[in-house]
């Protein structure tokens, strides 16, 4: 324990969990481990249960996801020792890469983290398989990987939005039918099938459902030019502004999906300075 500063503790499924981060990643003394698999985190639970173990484990895998959405990184548990002093380790196979850019929240504030994942926990595991929770999470982490191209980026959050929309036509109540390829409205002639929803009038939907009325116009205009040709006529510094904004709309719309209030800060450097809140 020698190597680790206690970090904050974290209590779900009426469980304690103890985070114990290094020092230096604490004291943002890291960079030399950027773009590198680092361990930066060293995570104890008192007391468990054989028949405990699973429940743990999955437990823990959900708080990385989280932690993942939160610091827009790839957070990945890879080793743990059960009993606690056995010297029998359990280890999984993982790769990733330090990130620390844009984060939803600051990695080294454990107070906020901790408010974080006790709000969102529980609405995170009821919707974990139906909206395909850490599939987009993934997604937002892989566009933000070193050295990504600024196509690629943009492709990876479209394909999330994309993601996001076909989990919310799939689960509303009643489920939006799919048809012949597309999602579909209601018929006005018995027999028939409805015209199809376009992309921009599902995610319209969806973003209301949260209480989010935005304009999509342009970021669905570069979307479908991206998905169709694979490259954009618009100038780079264009594509960077409208990919901050799409990231910016699936933070917010994951934050409110969850169940999260507070602040957060918003991906967009312009909008950097101060952070955003959701009542």
């Known amino acids: ?86 010297g029998l380790g359990h280890s999984i196979s993982a790769s990733g890469e330090v990130q620390d850019f844009r984060p939803a929240f600051e990695m080294v504030d454990g107070a906020q983290l901790k408010s974080f994942v006790e709000q969102t926990y529980e609405n995170y595991t009821r919707l974990e398989l139906s909206r395909k929770m850490n599939v987009v999470i993934a997604y937002l982490a892989q566009a933000e990987r070193q050295f990504q191209p600024t196509e ?79 490259l954009s006529r618009k100038i780079h510094s264009r594509q960077i502004s409208l990919y901050a904004d799409a990231h910016d709309l699936i933070r917010e719309y994951l934050l409110r999906l969850l169940g999260y209030r507070g602040r957060y800060l918003p991906y967009a450097f312009e909008r950097r300075g101060e952070s955003a809140e959701i009542n």
């Open 152 to 230: 690629v980026r943009l492709i990876l959050v479209f394909v999330a939005l994309e993601n996001l929309k076909a989990t919310f036509a799939k689960t509303r109540t009643p489920p939006i039918p799919y048809v012949k390829g597309f999602f579909r409205k209601p018929s006005k002639k018995e027999g028939n099938i409805g015209e199809r929803y376009n992309f921009e009038e599902l995610l319209t939907m969806m973003f209301k459902e949260v209480g989010m009325r935005k304009s999509l116009k342009r970021i669905v205009e570069l979307r479908n030019e991206m998905i169709h040709s694979g």
């Open 1 to 86: 324990m020698g190597g680790f500063a206690i970090w904050w503790n974290l209590i779900v499924v009426a469980i304690e969990f103890v985070f114990r981060q290094k020092p230096e990643v604490i004291s943002r003394t890291y960079n030399q481990h950027k773009g590198t698999f680092y361990e930066t985190t060293e995570v104890t639970v008192a007391d468990v249960a054989p028949n405990k173990v699973k429940v743990v484990e999955a437990a823990i895998k959900r708080i990385c996801w989280l932690l993942s959405f939160a610091g827009t990184c790839q957070v990945i548990p890879f080793e743990y020792e059960y009993p606690n002093g056995s």
